[in-house]
């Protein structure tokens, strides 16, 4: 009977080391700019509590949630009649307790709450950890991904919502990558659903927006038309979902448009006061106002960000927006925040297939050791622990072997300095250092080797 290959569950992978060093690459530069911009790191757990996250995200977020079967005997409170209805939802209700994290924004505002007597405010934090969501696995889309997120909670400023487009910029410009970053207002918005009449169904109305570039403005008529809204409203959105031109046109058709709503004229005056902003600063992308801009996610209350690639179609890369509400629902009322997310496994991918990663990236050690025998080992191992002791990445081969195993070795690892010590160099008390990128070689003292490889 033949055996049966294992594998893994759709949506997710194994990393070699080669894909970790180039990650671990992404993680190091967007940390990096965190930190620049004064916010430091945090990390929560894997789940939260199904009450904790359920009702955040909308209904189709809600749908996509990971839920964990409670320990032991999980069937115990379900009755025979209960079970013979397969009413799924109100099942799960009862034998899940815990879901996997879907974000780390929603775990971040149930952190907030629990420490708001130790937290200084306005309180700015970064968290570099993975999600899961039970999606359908698609090319950049994943069951299980790493979001990079910063967010700053307690202030209302636009200045934070400034400073967030100026570390987008940061971020990509850092990592060689092109982008768009498209800016929009959930208040203007909810004008717009108020001005076509139909502000209770805002909700249907930036779900569909969202969908504009995957399903095209025809289907997104269609789907508004069968939430309920009827043809004139709908028609009414064709002019500003179309609509072209500079930041200052843009902002004008608005005010004709929903200048009468007071939600509309309170988004347009942040739009045009975090321009303001911009518009004092030079960035290295393209930045946007873009009136189809919605993200679903249903706790967003004003600006909201969305970033694409230039260098290659792909789902956005990066996005956020201000939420005002959001520890609201955890009993912490009147607390405002503003956060973006990365979306390190999609900037991977457009920067494997375009080549962006810096050739040293995946380099693990910076010099091996040949292993000639036990005399010439014991030589080496002492040198070697200097090497580690003045922070040079190094290692030996552990094995007594031909050389040429050995070299081959080196070269399949991309080792760039290979360190030869036979009974000549002990008897100088040297050693011989390889370059094996330009082939050259040289026979050097300790101290000039850690010169060398620093």
């Given amino acids: 009977m033949a055996i049966q290959t294992p594998g893994i569950p759709k949506g997710t992978r194994d990393f070699s080391s ?87 924004t929603v775990p971040f505002a149930r952190y907030v709450v629990q420490n708001q007597n130790q937290i200084i405010f306005p309180f700015k934090r970064y968290q570099i950890q993975p999600v899961w969501r039970a999606d359908r696995p698609q090319k950049g889309r994943y069951r299980e991904f790493y979001q990079c997120d910063a967010d700053i909670i307690g202030s209302d400023s636009l200045i934070n919502e400034l400073e967030i487009v100026q570390m987008i910029d940061m971020v990509f410009a850092k990592l060689d990558m092109s982008v768009n970053i498209k800016i929009n207002n959930r208040k203007i918005l909810a004008g717009i659903a108020e001005r076509i009449g139909y502000p209770e169904k805002l909700t249907d109305i930036t779900v569909a927006i969202d969908k504009i570039d995957k399903i095209g403005l025809d289907k997104v008529y269609e789907e508004l038309m069968q939430k309920g809204i009827e043809e004139n409203s709908v028609k009414l959105l064709e002019p500003i979902l179309n609509l072209s031109g500079k930041i200052t046109e843009k902002i004008q058709c608005l005010e004709k448009f929903i200048g009468e709503t007071e939600i509309g004229t309170q988004g347009i005056a942040e739009i045009q006061k975090l321009f303001n902003y911009i518009n004092n600063f030079t960035f290295k992308n393209n930045i946007e106002l873009d009136l189809t801009l919605a993200r679903g996610l249903n706790y967003y209350t004003g600006a909201i960000f969305e970033v694409t690639s230039n260098d290659m179609l792909m789902g956005s890369v990066c996005g956020g927006g201000r939420y005002d509400n959001l520890t609201g629902i955890f009993g912490l009322e009147g607390v405002s925040g503003v956060g973006i997310s990365f979306g390190a496994d999609r ?108």
């Fill in 18 to 104: 080669e894909i970790i060093s180039k990650r671990n690459y992404i993680f190091e530069t967007i940390k990096f700019v965190y930190q620049k911009f004064g916010y430091s790191p945090l990390e929560t757990p894997a789940f939260e509590n199904l009450s904790t996250l359920t009702g955040k995200y909308g209904e189709e977020g809600d749908k996509l949630l990971f839920k964990i079967l409670n320990s032991g005997d999980f069937l115990k409170e379900v009755s025979p009649e209960e079970l013979s209805q397969r009413n799924i939802n109100k099942l799960a209700g009862i034998v899940c307790e815990k879901g996997l994290r879907y974000d780390l």
């Fill in 347 to 454: 900037i991977f991918d457009v920067m494997e297939n375009t080549g962006k990663f810096p050739k040293n990236t995946n380099i693990s050690v910076k010099a091996m050791f040949v292993n000639f025998g036990e005399k010439e080992e014991m030589y080496c191992l002492k040198i070697l622990q200097k090497l580690r002791e003045n922070s040079i990445d190094a290692e030996i081969y552990p094995d007594i072997v031909k050389m040429k195993k050995q070299m081959k070795y080196a070269n399949d690892k991309k080792i760039p300095f290979v360190i030869l010590a036979g009974e000549n160099e002990i008897a100088e008390n040297k050693v011989t250092l390889k370059n094996m990128i330009e082939g050259n070689q040289d026979k050097v003292s300790l101290e000039e080797l850690i010169m060398t490889l620093k």
